[in-house]
């Protein structure tokens, strides 16, 4: 297959395009950076790969959870790109492609996928690989992170035990991030499955409502008694 896959959901900013059994890769400083480097970065792998997008059978992203500022861009970018192409677009979840990661990097197979959400919480989802793909268990999680619920004898991956670790329950730990070379070996097995949509279909996934508070909320916190 020829895909391209993409991810700017955090503070890596990570592509990928995969032409039959090749893949080519990228990686760089997410955030701010990424809406302007996205774009030229995706031009010189294609060409690096010798591909252009009508050849590609989608273009695979991560929608989130995640920064919005990333997923808002990952979709734009996508949305633009297999519009003019006209190639369907694959959304993935953030966190399966983190327990993806994890298991290339670990071998592990029960996984705590979390992603650090700022504001003092995480984003959390778990999933169970059967040999074939993965599953996951209950719905995507935010909360903070003492809250986290880690069945024995599962492991914890993400990116976020630098900033939140003594505050997580006990147990292996992965460093892993939604890469895009994990949205590429996630990819056959959602195609097949029928999970690629129209580009307009290329939407975010947001799990926090919002990230900030207005002028009135923020007045009236101050105003409010201390207990």
Not at 12 to 27: K, L, N, Y
Not at 49 to 68: H, N, Q
Not at 99 to 111: L, W
Request: with cysteine.
């Amino acid at each position: 297959m020829n895909l391209l896959a993409l991810d700017t959901s955090t503070e890596v900013f990570a592509i990928a395009v995969q032409r039959g059994g090749e893949v080519f890769q990228h990686e760089a400083p997410g955030g701010a950076q990424a809406s302007a480097a996205l774009i030229p970065a995706i031009q010189r792998l294609l060409a690096q790969a010798g591909l252009t997008l009508p050849e590609l059978d989608a273009i695979v992203f991560g929608r989130g959870p995640g920064s919005f500022t990333g997923l808002r861009t990952a979709c734009s970018v996508t949305q633009g790109l297999a519009f003019g192409a006209n190639v369907p677009v694959l959304p993935v979840e953030t966190l399966l492609a983190v327990a993806e990661d994890a298991r290339a990097r670990a071998g592990v197979t029960r996984v705590v996928a979390l992603l650090d959400a700022r504001m003092d919480e995480v984003y959390a989802a778990a999933y169970e690989w059967d040999g074939c793909a993965w599953q996951r268990h209950g719905e995507i999680a935010l909360d903070a992170p003492q809250n986290v619920a880690v069945p024995p004898g599962w492991a914890m991956a993400g990116n976020v035990f630098v900033a939140y670790g003594n505050r997580l329950p006990a147990g292996q730990r992965v460093d892993a991030l939604p890469g895009a070379t994990a949205l590429l070996r996630l990819a056959p097995a959602l195609l097949a499955a029928g999970q690629a949509v129209p580009a307009g279909g290329a939407l975010p996934l947001y799990i926090r409502d919002k990230v900030a508070q207005t002028t009135a909320e923020r007045a009236a916190a101050r105003a409010a008694p201390s207990p």
